[in-house]
């Protein structure tokens, strides 16, 4: 199976800040046939089922804000949240779907500083 | 618009076995392969496995083969996961979600159903 490692295991921040969470996968993610990342990122709120944030490493899914960005390739990838809100705490996913099981990361929590 | 309803907790003891619901509706159920995913207490999230409506065809974690099976109506849009020889291992919220990307069996998870709680206790 594919090991998606996600760091820090937690955050503190203050509203406004930028913040960068960070997902590596076991291999590459990066299918050469489409030149496309196979990785999900995720948002869980406490009580709530999780949310899908981007696909393609990079493909903001509808209604989720810009400041949600998505970057990285192969086998480093990236969250990065600009200014900070109070609704982004929350728990952050990222999942890998480039080999069947797909897995998830250990999660990284986004709490106030 | 997409929703995925299912079925309420259940408190079951060890040894037994417990069968969920999820009926689907605002798509077309045959379409797309339906996944399960197991989410533990303060734990990340794990993939059981998936069966595409149109077919009953399924693939699995082998973590999960034995354990869980699959099944759906396509006449209620509703699938069915049923877990056997319950261990408190088997404790979790249970979400249901179908699968979008290029490949039908692979993919990112857009939606989601509530979850369903199960406890396993005596």
């Known amino acids: 199976d594919i090991v998606m490692t996600q760091s820090p295991s937690s955050l503190a921040v203050s509203a406004g800040e930028t913040v960068t969470i960070n997902c590596k996968s076991s291999?590459?993610?990066?299918?050469?046939?489409?030149?496309?990342?196979?990785l999900a990122w995720y948002q869980q709120k406490p009580g709530q089922s999780p949310k899908l944030l981007i696909y393609?490493?990079?493909t903001r899914q509808s209604g989720v804000p810009d400041r949600f960005i998505g970057s990285g390739s192969g086998t480093d990838f990236t969250l990065t949240i600009s200014s900070v809100q109070a609704e982004d705490l929350a728990i952050y996913y990222c999942?890998?779907?480039?080999?069947?099981?797909?897995?998830f990361g250990g999660g990284t929590k986004l709490e106030l500083k | 618009q997409v929703k995925l309803l299912q079925s309420g907790a259940a408190l079951v003891k060890p040894g037994a076995s417990v069968k969920m619901s999820c009926k689907a509706s605002?798509?077309?159920?045959?379409?797309?392969?339906v996944s399960w995913v197991k989410q533990s207490h303060g734990k990340s999230l794990e993939w059981i496995g998936e069966?595409?409506?149109?077919?009953?065809?399924?693939n699995f974690n082998e973590k999960f083969k034995g354990k869980a099976t699959l099944t759906v109506d396509k006449s209620t849009s509703t699938a069915y996961m049923e877990l056997s020889r319950l261990t408190s291992e088997d404790s979790a919220i249970y979400y249901c979600?179908?699968?979008?990307?290029?490949?039908?069996?692979?993919?990112?998870?857009?939606?989601w159903g509530q979850g369903t709680l199960v406890t396993v206790s005596s």
């Open positions: 999942q890998q779907y480039y080999d069947t099981p797909p897995t």
């Open positions: 291999q590459s993610l990066l299918y050469s046939g489409n030149q496309k990342n196979y």
């Open positions: 979600t179908p699968t979008y990307g290029l490949r039908g069996d692979m993919g990112w998870f857009a939606y």
């Open positions: 605002g798509y077309t159920f045959t379409d797309y392969w």
């Open positions: 393609w490493a990079s």
């Open positions: 069966i595409y409506p149109n077919s009953g065809a399924t």
